[in-house]
């Protein structure tokens, strides 16, 4: 529960993508592949241990929380232990990280040390992101451009054009994600302290912001191909639309927390799902 399983597919499309994109210029490498895709997951863990200890921490898990229940606020963990616990995630893409430095370079150092800086600084610190409510740039960067051109740079040893255009749309689908979970939190973290935009104008701002992050996605999809980075097999990825219009309708239908997790969860599978077929539409 503390590791939070469904969160991963946004930890792996992007690698997944940034895969595909580096098989596009020719440049396949099945082990900084596997290890950018372990990397990518272990920080994710650590990421979640690290939110479910400091909210619970600084009081923000409360009983009216309507997302599903966290592992430090129920008891089923002791503090000390999901803090060890994140420290291992974090071994784990240290070790990860030095074999890729060794494949790919000095490059990931510093895209590494700064994603386990990201990873820690989202929840916990003296100046939480999730409690100064700048959580979308640091989305967009690292479930973005980082993991998706990162991918890219340790197998073919460039970032192609497809890359950055894979990073935006990842990103922003990423960001999609934790606007739902803003959007379905916005009473509590308003409550807390929080700085999220949906906190600070309520649930229909949460819900314009989804649609513009849904959009910035659709619309970079067609940028990779009009600017020539992919061919227009990339725009097979555009039949995930219908999914995009119904997890913005429904999220601006629903307020109840179990209704907003299965949302929650649905967004998620929207930013694999599509990864998946513009990278397929990009080895094609």
Same mark, same amino acid.
């Given at each position: 529960m503390a590791a939070r399983p469904r969160?991963?597919?946004?930890?792996?499309?992007?690698v997944l993508l940034g895969t595909a994109c580096a098989g596009a210029a020719g440049g396949v490498r099945a082990g900084p592949a596997v290890a950018a895709l372990a990397g990518a997951l272990a920080l994710q863990v650590a990421?979640?241990?690290v939110n479910d200890v400091a909210d619970f921490e600084q009081g923000t898990d409360t009983a009216e929380r309507l997302g599903p229940? $966290?592992?430090?606020?129920?008891?089923?963990?002791?503090?000390?232990?999901?803090?060890?616990?994140?420290?291992?995630?974090?071994?784990v893409a240290v070790l990860v990280g030095s074999y890729l430095t060794w494949v790919a370079g000095w490059p990931v150092v510093a895209m590494g040390s700064a994603?386990?800086?990201?990873?820690?600084?989202?929840?916990?610190? +003296?100046? +939480? #992101?999730? $409690?100064?409510?700048?959580?979308?740039?640091?989305?967009m960067v690292f479930f973005g451009f980082v993991a998706t051109c990162g991918t890219a740079w340790v197998q073919a040893g460039q970032v192609p054009p497809a890359a950055w255009w894979g990073g935006l749309v990842c990103g922003a689908l990423a960001t999609a994600i934790l606007v739902v979970n803003n959007t379905r939190d916005h009473a509590t973290d308003r409550a807390a302290g929080r700085?999220? #935009?949906?906190?600070? #104008?309520g649930r229909r701002a949460g819900v314009v912001e989804l649609a513009a992050f849904l959009l910035l996605a659709y619309a970079g999809t067609v940028g990779a191909v009009?600017?020539?980075a992919a061919s227009g097999w990339v725009l097979v990825a555009l039949a995930t639309a219908p999914l995009a219009v119904r997890l913005v309708r429904r999220v601006a239908a629903f307020e109840d927390g179990p209704s907003l997790n299965r949302e929650l969860a649905r967004a998620g599978q929207l930013l694999?799902?599509?990864?998946?077929?513009?990278?397929?539409?990009?080895l094609l």
């Open positions: 969160t991963l597919p946004a930890a792996a499309a992007p990421a979640n241990f229940v $966290r592992a430090t606020a129920a008891g089923w963990l002791t503090p000390r232990q999901v803090w060890r616990g994140a420290a291992a995630a974090i071994g994603a386990v800086l990201a990873a820690v600084a989202y929840s916990a610190g +003296p100046f +939480p #992101l999730t $409690r100064l409510g700048v959580g979308e740039p640091f989305v700085r999220t #935009l949906p906190a600070r #104008l009009l600017s020539g694999l799902l599509h990864s998946l077929l513009m990278g397929a539409g990009l």
